[in-house]
């Protein structure tokens, strides 16, 4: 492979981390929002594992067989 | 889970490396101060014959605070964050258990052994990466026992989500191991020729593409090391101590994914305007720029934490430390995008002002976060309250000067050698020689090195409040939910 | 998607290492095909330029100066022509430095001399009045390790190909050839030192690090 074509290809991989980074990230945000906004899932709730962090506190969200298959 | 009342989070791994956290912080910083000083009155160099110039303390140095002070002090809260993130105890696997203790004692081999040798001036020169082989061999292993005890413990955890801080401490397995396993491959050059030394070493790569993989690990190190762990750690324990939820977890994730796509690109700004390919450095350039916008994303999601609760920053000088701590991390990734600029460079490149700007990083932002860290960790840890709340206020004021002195000396004396390595007289030659730029330089090398001090000092009077704490406070009856106990 | 990531440790660690990874793969490894390519004149290193580097590195000089000369007119009225990729094509690792506490050393060769280090070794103030650059006296003390040069040498000649031994480039051979060379090299600069211990040892049959490291600093043009 020569030079040139290595640097067609670098250029590309540049190209699609730009477009995948801004198409990925707003997709994200979207994401976060719509699934707040439907009640899927309230990503906040979250920051409480961090507060609520004793071994005998209830999980924000259990590891339970149930959940297992709602997924 | 009534019936497993007897359970406790388990934090003897997690006390061994707040025990080398403190060790290694004294090390390191002591050497760093005596290094400063050197600068100032040469004379300090003969202090130790061979072993005491200030070259070969330099690695010393950086080795010491990177990968003894802070990578411990990483571990140690790993330990405790990890199970308590995961609602686990280590306790409840052996393994798990002695995996830690397995890590621990290698890392403490590994270190030690790497402070001996380089004192002997057994080094690869390649920056943070000055190990020969068989140390890098010894620290692949301790990654790995690193790796297993993460993985591990994710594998037993009752919360199913991840908390945030769990993302940023898999960030830094995953980072450093790729970044240190790349700019670590050499050759042993006994085993090939079989002559001389059995643990030197040649790079596999040479010239232009060293260069590339050294500041590709050099400048991600940085990333890997100084501020994706220390985020992990902010996001658990400001929120923790002060009682608040992060201001928004989904700002915290969104700043996660964009911090992590972007700043392996930013490595290109270490080597603006030397032999590496063109569109390297420019697009090192852009992306140090556009890495403002997740390092801010978290740093003013940890301020806006605080949002209606400033109070606390009079009360309680853990929240004051974190505090402080997050203002650093915004200037210093706003005055690292700043240096990244392609003219700005010119002048920066090679000067102080370098060095000044990754001391406001780690003084100010790793530095002052650990120690907060790990205030808040040792009552919890130790069933005893803090020995001394005044003794904390008069730290973080002595450490605050001591960083101001720090970084403003070293912003006007590289700007001064940058401004000097380019002045010309009328006719266009040069005006200066090259010791006119050093000799200038002296009164800010003193004034910098006596920063350093301060700053050491703060961190004696840290580890002698830790000391304290351990062996002589008041024991508390029951764990505090958010702001520490500390005595007046 | 974005959840079944949160939710999955394994792939969600597999999707940070992808994000983190891509950069090197795009940026660092295709460069790999190109710049090791030495400019015309670009020679490797002499066993005994390499023991000189060797204490360079060990000594960690790379703390303070730079070689690295930048394309700026202030930078090559004051050190010389800017550098070359192909310049380092050789240089394994790489001594670029990232502070210039001292001056650059990319060229030190054309305008310094073999007593002026040995003064500037001996006592960096006799030679540079201010200079906070440190005395290295165990540089005369100390012996080169003129095997351990040899063995990087014939290292990256064997591993690397790097062309030892070939028409127009310096010759390496065998252990003892290259030991006697060394030796050669050696002598030219002892009869331009003044110092009698180093002269001394010399006749002993030791090569002192001061007359390495002064063969590395004379060959870097």
Redesign the interface.
């Known amino acids: 492979m020569n030079m040139e074509t290595i640097r067609e290809l670098q250029a590309y991989g540049y190209i699609f981390l730009t477009v995948f980074l801004a198409i990925g990230l707003y997709a994200y945000i979207y994401h976060l929002y719509r699934a707040e906004k439907k009640g899927t899932r309230n990503y906040e709730k979250y920051a409480d594992i961090a507060l609520h962090d004793n071994i005998d506190d209830a999980p924000v969200e259990a590891i339970s067989p149930l959940n297992k298959e709602k997924e | 889970m009534q019936e497993k009342n007897a359970l406790n989070y388990d934090y003897s791994v997690a006390k061994c490396f707040t025990y080398a956290t403190i060790l290694f912080g004294i090390i390191g910083m002591l050497i760093g101060v005596v290094i400063a000083y050197q600068m100032a009155f040469p004379q300090l160099n003969y202090l130790a014959g061979e072993y005491g110039t200030y070259s070969r303390l330099r690695p010393l140095h950086t080795s010491g605070v990177i990968f003894g002070f802070l990578l411990s002090g990483i571990f140690a809260t790993w330990y405790y964050v990890g199970q308590r993130v995961l609602k686990v105890s280590m306790a409840e696997s052996k393994f798990l258990m002695v995996v830690g203790k397995l890590h621990f004692w290698i890392y403490m081999i590994t270190i030690l052994t790497a402070v001996v040798t380089l004192f002997m001036g057994i080094s690869t020169s390649k920056e943070y990466a000055e190990l020969e082989w068989p140390l890098d061999i010894a620290v692949v292993v301790l990654w790995v026992l690193w790796g297993i005890s993460i993985f591990g413990l994710v594998g037993i955890r009752r919360e199913k989500t991840l908390y945030i801080s769990m993302w940023y401490y898999i960030a830094t397995f995953l980072g450093v191991a790729m970044l240190y396993l790349f700019n670590n491959m050499e050759v042993p050059t006994y085993f090939v020729s079989g002559y001389g030394k059995w643990y030197h070493s040649v790079s596999m790569y040479a010239g232009t593409n060293d260069a590339m993989v050294q500041w590709w690990y050099g400048h991600n190190a940085v990333a890997f090391v100084f501020t994706v762990p220390i985020i992990a750690m902010i996001y658990y324990f400001l929120p923790k101590e002060s009682g608040q939820p992060v201001f928004s977890y989904k700002l915290s994730l969104l700043s996660f994914w964009g911090l992590m796509f972007v700043y392996l690109w930013a490595g290109g700004h270490h080597l603006l305007f030397s032999t590496v390919p063109d569109w390297v450095q420019t697009m090192g350039s852009i992306f140090s720029v556009i890495l403002i916008l997740p390092s801010w994303g978290s740093a003013i999601n940890m301020l806006l934490t605080m949002k209606g609760q400033w109070g606390q920053l009079k009360e309680n000088p853990l929240v004051k430390f974190m505090v402080l701590a997050s203002t650093f991390y915004m200037l210093s990734t706003l005055e690292g995008p700043i240096q990244a600029i392609k003219s700005v460079n010119a002048l920066a490149h090679f000067t102080d002002w370098i060095p000044g700007h990754v001391h406001d990083g780690t003084l100010g932002w790793v530095g002052f976060m650990t120690m907060a860290a790990l205030f808040h960790m040792a009552p919890r840890m130790y069933k005893r309250e803090l020995y001394s709340k005044k003794l904390m206020e008069s730290q973080f004021w002595v450490q605050t000067t001591g960083i101001v002195m720090y970084f403003s000396s070293m912003w006007i004396a590289g700007i001064t050698q940058g401004m000097m390595w380019r002045a010309t007289d009328q006719y266009g030659n040069l005006a200066y020689s090259f010791i006119d730029t050093v000799t200038v330089l002296i009164p800010y090398y003193a004034l910098r090195a006596t920063g350093g001090l301060l700053y050491l000092v703060g961190f004696f009077m840290f580890t002698y409040n830790m000391y304290k704490t351990m062996t002589a406070s008041k024991a508390i009856a029951s764990e505090p939910q958010n702001a520490s106990p500390m005595a007046a | 998607m974005?959840?079944?990531l949160?939710?999955n440790?394994f792939f969600?660690?597999v999707g940070?290492?992808l994000?983190?990874?891509?950069?090197?793969?795009?940026?660092?490894l295709?460069?790999?095909?190109?710049?090791?390519r030495p400019v015309v004149g670009t020679k490797p290193y002499s066993v005994l330029e390499l023991a000189g580097r060797?204490i360079y590195?060990?000594?960690?000089?790379?703390?303070?100066h730079?070689q690295?000369v930048?394309?700026?007119k202030?930078?090559t009225?004051?050190y010389g022509m800017y550098?070359?990729?192909g310049?380092?094509?050789?240089?394994?690792?790489?001594?670029?430095?990232?502070?210039?506490?001292?001056?650059d050393l990319m060229r030190v060769g054309n305008y310094r001399t073999t007593d002026w280090h040995e003064y500037h070794m001996l006592n960096p103030k006799s030679v540079?009045?201010?200079?906070?650059?440190?005395?290295?006296k165990?540089m005369f003390k100390?012996n080169a390790?003129i095997?351990?040069?040899?063995?990087?040498a014939?290292?990256?000649k064997?591993?690397?190909n790097v062309p030892y031994d070939k028409p127009d480039m310096p010759k390496l051979g065998t252990?003892d050839e290259a030991k006697k060379d060394a030796f050669e090299a050696a002598a030219v600069i002892v009869a331009d030192m003044k110092s009698t211990e180093v002269k001394e040892a010399f006749k002993r049959g030791e090569i002192k690090e001061i007359v390495a490291l002064v063969a590395y600093l004379n060959s870097l043009k």
């Not at chain 3, 994000?19 to 660092?28: C, S």
């Not at chain 3, 310049?87 to 506490?101: N, Q």
Request: proline fraction near 8%; glycine fraction near 4%; charged fraction near 20%.
């Open positions: 974005f959840h079944w949160e939710r440790p969600f660690a940070v290492f994000v983190v990874a891509y950069a090197g793969v795009v940026t660092i295709p460069d790999f095909m190109e710049s090791a060797q590195i060990k000594d960690s000089c790379n703390a303070c730079s690295l930048r394309p700026f202030s930078e009225d004051r550098s070359l990729s310049e380092y094509a050789y240089d394994r690792p790489f001594l670029w430095g990232s502070k210039r506490t001292g001056p540079v009045p201010g200079s906070i650059m440190p005395a290295y165990h100390n390790d095997d351990t040069a040899y063995a990087e014939y290292t990256v064997t591993v690397f252990f």
